[in-house]
């Protein structure tokens, strides 16, 4: 399985209907830069409609943030989700509460956020599903900035694609 297993250019590419097709039922998402922009306290519109259609698809959703700031509370208090904040994402343990939390198995659940080193090989060091997406700004603390070159480095050539139908996979297009 390719790491990350998709990777596409924002968290509305997901719909609840191509979730259930490969059986997930849970998403685990970043916060930062994912469903945030990180200079901003304000959700877009769009994002909070993605959540509520996530939500009344039963969808269960869980914030895994290694942000140790009020920041991440009032966001999950906003969006009444739940939330595994000071995650230190890519180790498990915050994944594993996170599923714990919802009730779901490593298996039903997708791990969404912009990072390669916290996000997707978090995901798939307990051999989640991960979608990496874009970050929606430049912005970011300085060792992200840092892991971003990391980051283009094992990327390559890969670049975000729309999310497709079923048994449609990004590594498959290459
Ligand atoms: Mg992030």
């Known amino acids: 399985m390719p790491i990350p297993t998709y990777y596409t250019t924002d968290v509305l590419q997901l719909t609840?209907?191509?979730?259930?097709q490969r059986g997930k039922s849970a998403l685990l998402l970043d916060l930062d830069n994912t469903l945030l922009p990180r200079d901003t306290q304000q959700f877009s519109a769009d994002v909070l409609a993605w959540v509520q259609q996530m939500k009344d698809a039963c969808i269960k959703i869980?914030?895994?943030?290694?942000?140790?700031?009020?920041?991440?509370?009032?966001?999950?208090?906003?969006?009444?989700?739940a939330l595994v904040a000071k995650a230190i994402k890519p180790l498990p343990p915050a994944f594993l509460m996170a599923l714990r939390r919802l009730g779901v198995l490593r298996r039903d659940a997708v791990v969404v956020g912009d990072q390669f080193f916290t996000d997707c090989l978090g995901a798939a060091l307990l051999g989640m599903t991960g979608v990496m997406v874009l970050p929606l700004a430049e912005h970011d603390l300085p060792h992200t900035l840092f892991l971003r070159?990391?980051?283009?480095?094992v990327m390559g050539d890969r670049r975000p694609q729309p999310l497709g139908p079923p048994g449609?996979?990004?590594?498959?297009q290459r």
Do not use: G, I
């Open 168 to 172: 449609w996979r990004l590594y498959s």
């Open 149 to 153: 070159n990391l980051e283009r480095f």
């Open 16 to 20: 609840p209907e191509w979730l259930q």
């Open 62 to 81: 869980c914030l895994v943030s290694n942000n140790w700031h009020h920041r991440a509370q009032s966001a999950a208090d906003e969006l009444e989700c």
